[in-house]
């Protein structure tokens, strides 16, 4: 078994739940091997608040492989950390130095409550969803599959919109907390489809009222999303979605 | 699904970028035309030229028109953008203790409300120094073809090293603002294309630099007395 | 007299299906406005079994106890799903998928919801490509299939490597339409701790608000369990850290059987365990074994490293033992061989407990064709090499960087180190055609259920499962149920059972708080979690098991003596729900066990060593255990045993070989 060796200092937001107002709390972890995750780091650093008799820190996490979207962490300035196109329980601790001090806080956003510690309330992005993210089609309706070809590139592109995993990096890097790039995303997939063009208009229009309802920022082009982006969504989904709200409400 | 939304479109959060971009755009057009225009005094030919473009901007109906709709559009851009910060800023009301904003954007592109503020301090010393003299103030006399010489007074201001500063800080907000807002309009209007966007930022970076390096010729030039 | 009654409609197997659409009672539009569905559980089959009643016209409540129902670990899923289109016109049918995966299963499912399955695997994907999953296509516009583990024709469906994630999140739209709509009321972080039963059928749960810590009760005329597997019952599994048992587990102290919990799948290439301090495991898609060779060194503690050991000195023991399938073979037998050889002490890699997964033959190979395809004459060492790692990469490229990005070693230059991993449990609450436990009203889809895989799962079967249930089985067979239950009116939560239920909850919080131990949760989990590995794992024997459940008894008690759960019940406590879930795993752990000894038999992902050819191989017994085991948790940890006979008529049964 590989043994740990780096010594590291964690400054790590603390806030009881939404009401309090929290504080940044500095801890001390040894013995840290670089195989570990982020996560497996934060796992250690719990087990030895528990048992000095302190609350662990409250973090959102589930399958550890970079694809539920459950992971949350807004490490030294970046969400989920350094290293690119990787979610922070895909960061592994061999990025990191020996004695570094790591700064690790919630994303913020005025549309993302804090429930506690570095835990946050992402339910707007579900209200999004529900407000048009969608095809209405019941189930039982749907003809053969193949019936409507789809051009290989659009189903590639529509695929490469759709791998979004909705875990918030985009808005918590995002100088306006913008949700742009979440939205444009899901617009993008129907979109680029035949069966998803039918509810464009109203799509388009649902969602991105809803967006703006939810008080997250405008988006100021900076790219800052595509960057951080665990799954690489591109800039070009939002222009995309620009364009079919646009053209929406020139048609309704 | 039906439409289910009745926000005001012009309100939308897309709404206000759309009129950012296009408000935008309109004023690069607008920096095409007084670049153009300014560059007459490079003919170094005692202003003789310039003089003759001003008079013609001074008196067209249409750019008569056009001036209004201009002030109009800049005042749109300024209050939308006044808007969205504000609306940004209501977006994150905790900010961060650490943001690495250089590991992901240009810093231009996260300063666009500050060298949009400094282009309008720019702006209004710049319309004091010389529009409100043409236009309201009145001009020191005529040039040798009869036009007002509202050259003159360029020779006159930038003689002032603090003034040339002043310019040469303008013209430097301008070109960062523009590095960022002309690739960024073609963006919120919906013109991102694998194929197309590479010649746009193009097209976007070498305006920005060019029109940027022309406008600060004009006070380096007049000062440095290589036109007189 | 078998308490169990499966409910399979006669008639042929072909039609049983179709007949029974036919007949089942339903429910008029007016009456389902009345009735209430609990769903708990939002992955592919809670998912879509929400949206599909909501649509229906029935009102729905939907629990998970993620942020979001878009999280559930279907999302995981990589390979892809499995649909019986022929597409290929390589002559799939219905009856070659139903064949396949009852096989597949080493005989021990039941034939008619596995017929049932294969028959409406087909209207998955026209459903999923109608909700707008961008399933793989062609460049004629057409979907695209691969091949998979077990089967001989090309009747996958996939989404690059995220085939779980793009299905998740079409039956996660449907949802949130249905959310949208006002038809399904969404509890997230939510996690439901009890089932309430009123004179014998479930009536409702009891849920804690994972945000404030409160109790609530939530009525329904039927309750659907669709809560996913436990295999994190081992501690590390490829399941995602919030995968428990709970749900599945009260309903079973409420009168639900549970059916086959030994049956747990080891997936034979995962990223091996590197240190004490690793909360999971990942998998690498079953698909590298189609070009990577598989070996051992043949000196036993060899330190060397792999690029240093010469070829005659390496054990490509697949290849040896199984000439016929050679590294392709199905995973109980690739998982078992990998152990075998670990356990004699040829294991790789600090642990030692790891095989090789090497590419090196599949770039030589790949590189020579690519050289020949460039019209590349002389090719150096070094240009061939450079072509074959092109197009391994362009196959595996995903897979070659998740590999590096955990271990920090570059696969293109160094073996992968590999080793099995828990992966799916087969086993769950036992139903009947219908989808129903034991307890009437109470339903379970899903992985939690026991139904379709047997005693193995193949690959991209279940996420055909999950969508089957909830999309085309439960629609139909809930109405068995509820066209009786019209006459219902919503019962108050304020009903004794609901107090009751509720109160029992309480003390199991306050209990844990009670103890104020020196132990953490995970401190349990961990112990429990290598108890099981080692001794009901992947190869079983009698006295494993028996000392198992002796030490998973001591186990148990020492939890409830000094575990340490801080802070309140009040709040968010990832502390406190660790806590019950390790608690239910600390008895469902004694259960498979009991469940493993009970059964001497070798079968699917069961191995018992005492049953075994000559040559080691899996040795079923089918006069003796051609059943189910259904378990019934009679209290105080003790269990009895129903058996439902599996009858074999459409299908006759055979040992599997691969040899």
Known sequence: MSQGNMNLTLKVWRQKNEKDTGKIVDYKVSDISPDMSFLEMFDVLNEQLISKGEESIAFDHDCREGICGMCSMFINGQPHGPNKGVTTCQLHMRSFKDGDTIVVEPWRAAAFPVIKDLTVDRSAFDRIISKGGFISVNTGNAQDANNIPIPKTDADAAFSAAACIGCGACVATCKNSSAMLFVAAKISQFALLPQGQVEGIARAKNMVAQMDAEGFGNCTNTGACEVECPKGISLENIARMNREFFMANIME | ?228 | MSKLDSKIPEGNLEQKWDKYKSSVALVNPANKRSLEIIVVGSGLAGASAASSLAEMGYKVKVFCFQDSPRRAHSIAAQGGINAAKNYQNDGDSTYRLFYDTIKGGDYRAREANVYRLASVSANIIDQCVAMGVPLAREYGGMLSNRSFGGTQVQRTFYAAGQTGQQLLLGAYSGLERQVGLGTVEMCSRHEMLDVVTIEGKARGIIARDLVTGKLERHFGHAVLLCTGGYGNVFYLSTNAMGCNVTAAWKATKKGAFFGNPCYTQIHPTCIPVSGDHQSKLTLMSESLRNDGRIWVPKKAGDTRKANEIPEEERDYYLERRYPAFGNLVPRDVASRAAKERCDAGFGVGSSKMAVYLDYKAAIDRYGKTQAKKLNVTNPTAAQLREFGKQVVEEKYGNLFEMYKQITGEDPYELPMRIYPAVHYTMGGLWVDYNLMTTVPGLYCLGEANFSDHGANRLGASALMQGLADGFFVIPYTIGAYLSKEISVKPISTDHEAFVAAEKSVQSIIDKLFAIKGTKSVDHFHKRLGKIMWDKCGMARNEKGLKEAIVEIRQLREEFWKDVRVLGTANELNSELEKAGRVADFLELGELMCIDALNRTESCGGHFREESQTDEGEALRKDDEFAYVAAWENKGDYTYELHKEELKFESIKIAARSYK
Not at chain 2, 110 to 117: D, H, Q, T, Y
Not at chain 2, 142 to 168: H, Q, R, S, T, W
Request: charged content about 10%; glycine content about 8%; hydrophobic content about 50%.
């Open chain 2, 1 to 228: 699904m039906s439409t289910t939304s009745s926000t005001n479109f012009l309100q939308s959060s897309l709404g206000k970028k759309l009129i950012m971009s296009l408000t935008g755009l309109f004023l690069i057009s607008f920096l095409v035309i007084h670049c153009l225009l300014n560059s007459f005094i490079f003919f170094n030919d005692g202003g003789l030229l310039f003089n003759e473009g001003a008079k013609f901007m001074a008196e067209n109906p249409i750019i008569r028109i056009m001036e209004i709709v201009l002030f109009a559009g800049l005042i749109l851009h300024m209050i939308q953008a006044l808007i969205l910060t504000m609306q940004n800023n209501k977006a994150r009301p905790i900010k961060y203790a650490v943001q690495k904003g250089a590991a992901n954007s240009t810093w231009y592109s996260r300063s666009m409300g500050i060298l949009g503020s400094l282009l309008l301090i720019f702006l209004v010393v710049h319309l004091a120094n010389f529009w409100v003299k043409s236009r309201f103030t009145g001009l020191p006399g005529l040039d040798a073809n009869g036009n007002e010489n509202l050259y003159a007074v360029m020779l006159e201001e930038f003689k002032e090293p603090l003034i040339v500063i002043v310019y040469l800080l303008g013209v430097g907000s301008l070109a960062y603002h523009l590095m960022h807002g002309f690739q960024s309009a073609f963006q919120s209007l919906g013109w991102n294309h694998p194929k197309y966007t590479p010649c746009i930022k193009a097209i976007g970076l070498w305006f920005s630099i060019i029109i940027s390096v022309i406008f600060a010729a004009m006070p380096l030039s007049i000062f440095f007395g290589c036109i007189k």
